[in-house]
């Protein structure tokens, strides 16, 4: 026979249980949400976050400094990120405004075909790199931010490891690639910047 005590310890240990359930249930929503704003609406990239990238000109979280941007000398920054895991083919770089409403965030720039070897691009890369995307102005290569007012944008720097190598052709158009990746990426990571 099941004493008070018993019962009690039960139903704590079943509302423990609950809470639990509902509080991962709780991190995995803002997660995917979270995820879902990244590249161009995508809401599963796939791959895990183990790619670290910075850059030499700005820190995470921390402002863009002006000469990368529309309002400045417009040239790309420099960026580093960490090796891919083994059977990375191709790097995708993909840089977007995630700050402005609605399932596509403005595209500023994406670079595809980089070597799995490549684990930095110098500032000013965008000028002489060969397989750039569209950007969201309707031009190949970068185009950095520029003051729309309000408050700061933030800008997601996104490494993506892929396991194939894109059939893009030059200057291809972002949801071309996006369409073409689906299912290769096996690692990303990314650098935040505002402006």
């Not at 979270?34 to 990238?53: A, C």
């Not at 995708?92 to 691009?121: F, I, K, N, R």
Request: proline content about 9%; charged content about 15%; some cysteine.
């Amino acid at each position: 026979m099941m004493t008070d005590e018993s019962r009690n310890q039960r139903w704590r240990n079943r509302s423990f249980g609950v809470v639990v359930v509902l509080a991962a249930s709780m991190l995995l929503v803002a997660g995917c949400y979270s995820e879902g704003r990244l590249t161009s609406g995508q809401k599963r990239s796939g791959g895990l976050w183990g790619i670290t990238v910075r850059s030499g000109a700005f820190g995470p979280e921390k402002p863009i400094p002006r000469r990368f941007t529309a309002d400045g000398e417009n040239v790309s920054p420099p960026l580093h990120w960490t090796s891919g895991p083994a059977g990375t083919r191709e790097f995708l770089l993909v840089m977007e405004d995630v700050s402005v409403q609605g399932d596509h965030p403005p595209v500023h720039w994406v670079v595809y075909h980089l070597p799995p070897t490549t684990t930095s691009l110098p500032q000013g890369a965008s000028a002489s790199l060969p397989t750039q995307g569209i950007n969201y102005r309707g031009a190949p290569g970068y185009t950095g931010p520029a003051a729309s007012g309000g408050r700061p944008h933030k800008y997601y720097f996104q490494i993506f490891a892929l396991s194939t190598v894109l059939d893009a052709d030059p200057n291809a158009a972002p949801t071309q690639l996006f369409n073409d990746w689906e299912g290769f990426v096996l690692s990303k990571g990314q650098l935040v910047g505002t402006y």
